[in-house]
């Protein structure tokens, strides 16, 4: 099944998880709990048989028949793309268990019935996320910087957004938007420009880049970055699919950047995303005589004022979210780096900054350059990788150069050779980037 | 001693309060403590003969023997301007109950010789203001914004304060600043287009303008508004002087709004002193591309983030700061509205707004125009009247029209025809803008 992420996902589990991506429309609360609870081969199969809780069967009865998650998985490998589940090592665990706790939080009311739906769309985890492109994307999620805004930007938001996006790319972080026009399309290209990583979250199938005139973004995001969606091959970019998307871009990054938005803008939505998820919300100012800054003045004025950063610079989002990494899930500090996060935060590594990890010296550092020797990588590999590897807290920077985290030199030996993978606890991940 | 505000000062005060003005320069800590015990009569006896605190002498060393309080008045006289003392019922002590509030909070470490100088100037009322202007200075600055900022300021700069000036005048706010070029210009210059009235603040003598370009406006403002200066006449626009001047600023407004700043404006030391005073403070947003804004930026990002409201219109200051003289030192619920208080109120009321007063009917409301016929002024003069007499809490607006405050219906009969200031229990307030 060469459109999955890993060999160590079943062909069974991937099957299953591509039928429920198609079935129901994504963010469906009653869906990911069910299929929390029967898991996805059982959830898959009772969908298929109409035997379900009433909410799930009203979800997925438009489509249960003429699902083929079979097709789904050859169009996807056919273009390119790879089906990244739950069960497989590139899942965004980490990013996404914002998201988690916030459905996990709605449960009761879901279940009593009194829940009130949510214009913006739920916050709930994806079923199965589609992804296509050279990079990890559990381990690009994990150092993500969002900047989202107007489609309708005017020189002066674009100009911000490349100015930034140039800048955070430069310093590691990986720029997540959502292909659109305007604030989005300037975050991606100058994220490109800076040779740094981008995500593109997708509102339709990966196949079907949306606006078509960015379908030539679209491609070089593939090429050396990540297109996300998910919807499956084929999925045309419904309304409603927007806003549920913009809750993935606020999960796979560490803070949000608005740049420009008018009154009611989609922007404010993934913004409000951002906030549920307990996020860091950034919004750029702009003259008070432009509408399209105006949606970025009210939050910044808002109920929520105390939680959305002004931000006029790259060294402002740096404050706001430069350590955010290390501080929520891959805490660096020795008291919260328990063998086992260590452990988790390694499985997440790409293939070249495991690399570079493996070549990490315990005591004495080591320049760049003679890390490249060491780990036969040209040396911008392995400064590329570098920034991650600080993130996770993996590596620890000196005056002389780089070695290994004080957190190793405490518990020897450090798990070099060992990788587990949540649910694969053998199994080595060679990553979606490694050299074949 | 026509130079006074009022006939009620007695002549021998008002030459030692302009000595004392004249011998030391503004805000000094100990001779407001030394005149505060004292008296200003004893007070500037001793600092004469050279009899007092080692502070104070030091303070007054160099201008004791040659200071020259009736030379002061007289031309003070012949420049129109009069000597505002605390001892008067024109004296501001609303407005700078804070500044007092926040002296008395330093005095103890000043004592202990433990006071660390403030670089931007301590808070510490003035001992007499210097005034030039028909308008009542207590009136005035219960119902004061001030808007301040850059010299340098750029066309967005004085499009948004022009904008926010004319629209807070025309709702009748007084508008404060400090006569500068830039936005304090821009600040003035709405104000009076919108027939407003609008207070300046001058850190000179006010027969001095500062800068020598702005002339011809300070005449304007002087002609319906209000010059103000704690310096003397002739008293030279020194840079420490502007320092000082700023927390009057700050004292005379219920909010100041910073409108454009560079890094190191003096508007921040505005905005310092805005907030030292627990007053509300704005400012407004613009191009994080333009350094004129970065002050500003600043002020909305900083440690005060959460005291610096974010305005982008009109509507944003008014909701911010449009009832600010009813709760703080004004307020009009029935709980906090004593027969003395409202006694107070109805001394600082000019005497258009206290004419429009005593024609207010008790319980039948009644409408602009009928007001005007009852009092005999033109409606447009009612209209104007009317902000002041609701900021003050003596009118209650109703469908139907206006009438006296519930208070006054609860407690007959209201206190019409007396009236008291703190040391005249007898005297009537003509008020400076008395028909003659």
Request: one cysteine or more.
């Amino acid at each position: 099944m060469s459109a999955s992420s890993s060999e160590s996902v079943s062909d069974e589990v991937l099957v299953a998880r591509a039928f429920l991506c198609r079935v129901a429309e994504p963010a469906c609360v009653p869906m990911w709990d069910f299929v929390r609870r029967e898991g996805p081969l059982v959830a898959a199969a009772a969908i298929r048989s109409g035997d379900v809780p009433d909410e799930v069967a009203a979800a997925t009865a438009a489509r249960r028949a003429s699902a083929d998650p079979e097709a789904d998985l050859e169009a996807g490998a056919r273009h390119g793309m790879r089906l990244v589940v739950p069960e497989s090592p590139e899942w965004p665990h980490f990013a996404l268990a914002a998201l988690e706790a916030a459905v996990l939080r709605l449960l009761p009311s879901y279940r009593a019935g009194s829940a009130q739906r949510r214009e913006g769309g739920d916050p709930v985890p994806p079923l199965g996320l589609w992804v296509k492109g050279p990079v990890n994307l559990a381990a690009a999620a994990v150092r993500g910087a969002a900047i989202v805004g107007s489609r309708a930007a005017t020189a002066y938001g674009e100009h911000v957004t490349a100015e930034l996006s140039y800048g955070l790319a430069a310093r590691g972080f990986d720029i997540v938007s959502g292909g659109a026009y305007g604030i989005d399309a300037a975050a991606h290209r100058a994220a490109l420009s800076a040779e740094g990583q981008t995500i593109l979250v997708s509102a339709g199938g990966l196949d079907r880049p949306y606006p078509p005139g960015n379908a030539a973004l679209h491609e070089r995001v593939a090429a050396t970055g990540l297109l996300v969606s998910e919807n499956p091959p084929g999925a045309a970019p419904h309304r409603h699919r927007f806003l549920t998307r913009n809750r993935l871009i606020a999960s796979l990054a560490t803070g949000t950047v608005v740049v420009e938005a008018a009154s009611r803008s989609g922007a404010l939505n993934t913004a409000r995303h951002c906030l549920l998820l307990g996020r860091t919300l950034m919004a750029v100012p702009g003259p008070v005589t432009s509408p399209m800054s105006a949606g970025c003045h009210a939050l910044l004025r808002g109920d929520t004022a105390e939680r959305t950063v002004l931000v006029a610079s790259v060294e402002h989002v740096l404050e706001a979210i430069g350590t955010a990494g290390e501080g929520i899930d891959m805490g660096s500090d020795d008291a919260a780096t328990t063998p086992d996060l260590l452990r988790q935060r390694i499985d997440l590594l790409d293939a070249r900054a495991r690399r570079v990890f493996d070549g990490l010296p315990v005591r004495k550092p080591a320049r760049e350059d003679e890390l490249a020797q060491r780990v036969g990588l040209p040396a911008v590999e392995v400064i590329r990788a570098l920034p991650a590897l600080r993130l996770a807290g993996l590596v620890e920077s000196t005056d002389e150069g780089f070695r290994l985290a004080a957190a190793f030199r405490k518990r020897s030996p450090p798990p070099r050779m060992r990788v587990a993978g949540p649910d694969t606890a053998t199994a080595v991940n060679p990553g979606p980037g490694a050299p074949t």
